[in-house]
């Protein structure tokens, strides 16, 4: 309490008692599987697709397939359809002999070692050129990339006033092992003085360049513990949305990869994540039956679009490369994905991400037709489908998740996903609550901020009723949500309610003939 200690006004600041709530993201996506470059293992931020194409080396050409790289196009079409911040994770497999994982890696004679900062092929043919700059001290440049078609380098890094003394403030080690995001290096022998010897360090540099060989991509077989790891480090990061695993995709007869059955697994441990799933390609979806025979995920967490659509093969050339497919199939989780955050972003996460303006971007064509009698029969299963409608072109006509029939009051997308948003934004914000005094003022202010952020919701269109009170309800007190038991057992219990808003997926207009009465 302040001290009063002299005649005067004094001026005080307290606090209103509700504290707001910050509204999470809800549309950061998450894409695990086989690249050939960047980090591996490790759970990699970007925010556009040039990102993914500086680390991880954008699409690669698969040959002689009507399937396109899955993780390249899925990321590439998850951000042409509105998609933003995104986690990837590079899996790969250590494969025997020519698809042994390994970096590439080059020597300077005797006295360096140069290696690619991760695995790959990516890094064969890469170059490192040393150049003297004063051999006096023994400073030299560095330059890192690759040779053109005329054998002139093309310069991805470059370096000056290098040194081999690790008394320098520019040893090589220290500033290409901290800095470089294509080499390390290694000082062969690390006692080697380079101002004792300046003349050794000359007639090592003078070959003048390093060319990295060796590296090998693996194979996309990644194994059962390499998946679980990789969801294992997921778990680390509370703002992930939206998970796929492009290039694993459901089995016709139910025998799921583990990739899916791990991210399933995920989802439902975590309670605060989706996953959209993809299904197998070259499999048309007629009867219930056949799709009863996938044995699919009934989970709330997950949703599923058919059928893949095809885009555009970069690699086609009519007059340069003409023996490849001009369409390749690719993923329908990415297109999704993107369509999801766009529509989080512009309408908000309880508007279902379907209709008519979540005209695909970037697909030329679907694999399948789907009629009005084929989605009759999927729509009930919580098959979201891919049509084309008049007008529109390409969209997404479907917002179901695979609970459909599990789990009926989980049946939307939007409903589960508002739901995760509501939970999510308030376990983050009311931390601060963590032992306070468990007494009125506390249940008061609690009431309040969650009021306060469920009326802001209220407002925005995202629940359904005319007023609020028939929006939501919040309640916290002694006599309601707890008795004198759970207040001696340091429990605070706060029940929030929402009436969601649900799609309109049945417009149904009655017409009616007016009779003459004459």
């Not at 991210?263 to 959209?276: D, L, P």
């Not at 490849?324 to 999704?336: D, E, I, W």
């Not at 908000?348 to 989605?375: M, N």
């Not at 997404?396 to 009926?408: H, M, Q, V, Y």
Request: charge should be negative; include cysteine; proline fraction near 5%.
């Amino acid at each position: 309490m302040p001290s009063y200690l002299h005649p005067g006004v004094y001026i005080e600041e307290i606090e209103s008692g509700a504290k707001p709530i910050e509204a999470v993201a809800t549309s950061t996506g998450v894409f695990i599987g086989y690249t050939t470059k960047g980090p591996l293992g490790e759970v990699t931020s970007i925010s556009q697709f040039d990102d993914y194409k500086k680390v991880f080396g954008g699409i690669r050409e698969i040959a002689s397939s009507s399937q396109g790289d899955p993780m390249g196009f899925a990321i590439q079409t998850f951000y042409l359809n509105g998609g933003g911040n995104a986690y990837v994770i590079r899996l790969a497999n250590n494969g025997v002999g020519d698809e042994a994982l390994s970096k590439a890696v080059g020597t300077l004679g005797a006295l360096l070692t140069v290696t690619a900062v991760n695995e790959g092929s990516w890094a064969n043919d890469l170059i490192v050129v040393f150049t003297i700059k004063d051999e006096s001290d023994s400073t030299f440049s560095v330059e890192i990339g690759y040779n053109d078609v005329n054998g002139n380098l093309v310069s991805k890094e470059s370096y000056e006033e290098i040194s081999f003394d690790d008394d320098h403030n520019l040893y090589i080690e220290g500033v290409l092992n901290d800095i470089s995001e294509y080499v390390t290096v290694s000082v062969t022998d690390a006692t080697y003085d380079a101002f004792a010897n300046p003349a050794a360090v000359k007639a090592a540099v003078d070959t003048q360049s390093v060319t990295l060989a060796s590296g090998s991509d693996g194979n996309d077989s990644v194994s059962d513990n390499d998946w679980e790891n990789a969801f294992t480090l997921l778990k680390k990061y509370s703002d992930a949305n939206i998970i796929c695993v492009p290039g694993n995709y459901l089995d016709k007869d139910g025998a799921h990869p583990k990739a899916i059955n791990e991210a399933v697994s995920h989802a439902e441990t975590m309670k605060n994540r989706m996953v959209i799933l993809d299904p197998p390609p070259g499999e048309k979806f007629e009867t219930a039956t056949k799709v009863a025979t996938m044995s699919m995920p009934t989970s709330t967490y997950t949703a599923l679009y058919y059928p893949w659509p095809e885009v555009s093969n970069p690699a086609f050339d009519v007059e340069e490369n003409p023996g490849v497919p001009k369409t390749l199939l690719v993923p329908p989780c990415g297109f999704a994905a993107g369509m999801w955050a766009k529509i989080d972003g512009s309408r908000g996460v309880w508007k279902a991400p379907a209709g008519v303006e979540t005209s695909l971007l970037g697909a030329s064509a679907l694999e399948y037709k789907v009629s009005d009698g084929i989605q009759d029969v999927l729509n009930p299963l919580g098959v979201n489908c891919l049509r084309q409608i008049p007008n529109y072109g390409k969209v997404l006509w479907g917002s179901r998740t695979l609970a459909t029939k599990a789990e009926p009051e989980w049946r939307y997308v939007p409903v589960r996903r508002t739901a995760l948003f509501i939970e999510q934004s308030i376990f983050n914000a009311i931390q601060w609550a963590v032992f306070e005094p468990n007494n009125h003022n506390l249940w008061a202010s609690l009431r309040g901020s969650i009021g306060s952020f469920m009326d802001g919701l209220f407002r925005s269109g995202a629940f359904q009723g005319e007023s609020a009170s028939q929006a939501y309800f919040v309640r916290c007190g002694l006599g309601d949500t707890m008795e004198q038991d759970d207040i001696d057992a340091g429990k605070v219990i706060v029940v929030v309610g929402f009436a969601p808003v649900k799609p309109a997926e049945f417009v149904i207009i009655r017409i009616q003939q007016k009779v003459s009465s004459q």
